[in-house]
């Protein structure tokens, strides 16, 4: 697939989510509903959800990269000279 076919699908895929996204939020039927939430609440609770963890598993990745580094080997004098 070129570059220019994988941009307009991007592209493509991106409107047709937000026009999809923007039907739940606001436009959908206030009866529809999936495990007793309306949609529009879906719409708001799966995105923010999505954002927390990342932002924990970024955190968490932080931590474990400064946990399990090495620290860094002391320096080496200059054979006692001073100044």
């Known amino acids: 697939m070129s570059e220019r076919s994988m941009g307009f699908l991007l592209c493509l895929l991106s ?10 939020l606001f436009l959908s039927p206030s009866n529809w509903e999936i495990m007793d939430k309306q949609i ?15 932002f924990w598993a970024i955190l968490i990745w932080i931590g474990w990269a400064m946990a399990t ?9 200059e054979g006692g000279k001073e100044g």
Request: aromatic fraction near 14%.
């Open 40 to 54: 529009s609440w879906w719409a708001l609770a799966i995105p923010v959800y999505i954002i927390v963890l990342v």
């Open 69 to 77: 580094t090495k620290a860094p080997p002391p320096p080496i004098s």
């Open 15 to 24: 409107v047709i989510i937000v026009v999809v996204y923007t039907w739940m």
